[in-house]
């Protein structure tokens, strides 16, 4: 993903909450390898701009790593609208909640802490977004749990679809991860309760819209 064609995109996102600079930067320091998990500038330009075309009451994402997803989400919430973030990792507890704050999304950003497939079935909400960016092995999983919790015209968008170009490889590798992919992708294909593609935009992103 740092192909030429990648750099230029990268230099052409556009303007992106200064917010967002910062904790590229501090999750560079404070999360080292893992730091390739952010959704990062291009991706984030894209989730600011999709949700302000949806214009969304309300978010969930399942997966939130440091915040840099949810704060881009967050920038197309009505007035009043909410964003439920899950994350199972409380470790960047401290640098989530600085972003929030310094983003000015305090009142607009709930952080759940938790097992994903525990905490969903517990959600009483209806969401005009889901953003399903977590543990690869549990994509069905989180698709199928979150389903009935968007509303009809509403989307699902799931991240790293392409997995490194993995998905398209003549003979796939074995491991958890990409065969969840596959089975994930293709569950998506043949739901006929949705209609969607995915959009080749930095790992492969889904956009799913429910009938």
């Not at 590229?24 to 390898?33: I, P, S, V």
């Not at 497939?117 to 979150?146: G, H």
């Not at 699902?156 to 491991?175: C, F, M, Q, R």
């Amino acid at each position: 993903m740092n192909s030429p064609l990648d750099n230029y995109l990268y230099d052409h996102a556009g303007e992106l909450p200064q917010v967002l600079e910062w904790l590229e930067n501090e999750t560079l320091k404070q999360a080292g390898h893992h730091s390739k998990m952010l959704a990062g500038p291009v991706l984030g330009r894209f989730l600011i701009e999709f949700s302000k075309l949806v214009a969304p009451a309300r978010i969930l994402e399942i997966g939130t790593f440091t915040g840099y997803s949810a704060i881009c989400l967050a920038q197309g919430l009505k007035s009043d609208g909410v964003l439920d973030a899950l994350e199972k990792d409380e470790r960047h507890l401290s640098l989530i909640k600085d972003g929030i704050e310094r983003a000015g999304l305090t009142s607009k950003i709930n952080l759940h802490f938790g097992d994903a497939k525990e905490l969903i079935p517990q959600i009483k909400e209806e969401y005009d977004i889901v953003f399903i960016d977590a543990n690869k092995r549990e994509y069905c999983s989180y698709y199928n749990l979150a389903f009935n919790l968007v509303k009809p015209g509403g989307y699902i968008l799931a991240d790293n679809v392409l997995w490194y170009g993995k998905v398209i490889e003549e003979t796939p590798p074995k491991d958890a991860q990409t065969q969840e992919i596959l089975r994930f992708n293709e569950m998506v294909k043949n739901d006929r309760r949705v209609s969607g593609f995915i959009l080749p935009l930095r790992d492969g992103l889904y956009v799913i819209r429910k009938l």
